[in-house]
């Protein structure tokens, strides 16, 4: 079960891949944190950089 800060994390850092297209060095820059870390919080999220690449417009993969 997620907690509340979980959640709100979890929305935080996918609304930060859509805004960038899935890029994790724009998304860590765009939060303000390095790579490790947000591939670190998104590991623990259980959260996919795929998913938020295939959702922009002329995306193939």
Same mark, same amino acid.
């Given at each position: 079960?997620?907690? !509340? @800060?979980? /959640?709100? /994390? !979890?929305?935080? @850092?996918? !609304?930060? %891949? /859509?805004?960038?297209?899935?890029?994790?060095?724009? +998304?860590?820059?765009? %939060?303000? +944190?390095?790579?490790?870390?947000?591939?670190?919080?998104?590991?623990?999220?259980?959260?996919? +950089?795929?998913?938020?690449?295939?959702?922009?417009?002329?995306?193939? !993969?």
């Amino acid at each position: 079960m997620q907690t !509340r @800060i979980e /959640e709100a /994390e !979890r929305l935080h @850092i996918q !609304r930060a %891949l /859509e805004r960038t297209g899935g890029s994790i060095s724009e +998304t860590a820059d765009l %939060l303000g +944190t390095s790579r490790k870390t947000l591939w670190e919080k998104m590991k623990r999220l259980k959260m996919k +950089t795929v998913e938020f690449e295939l959702s922009q417009p002329g995306a193939e !993969r």
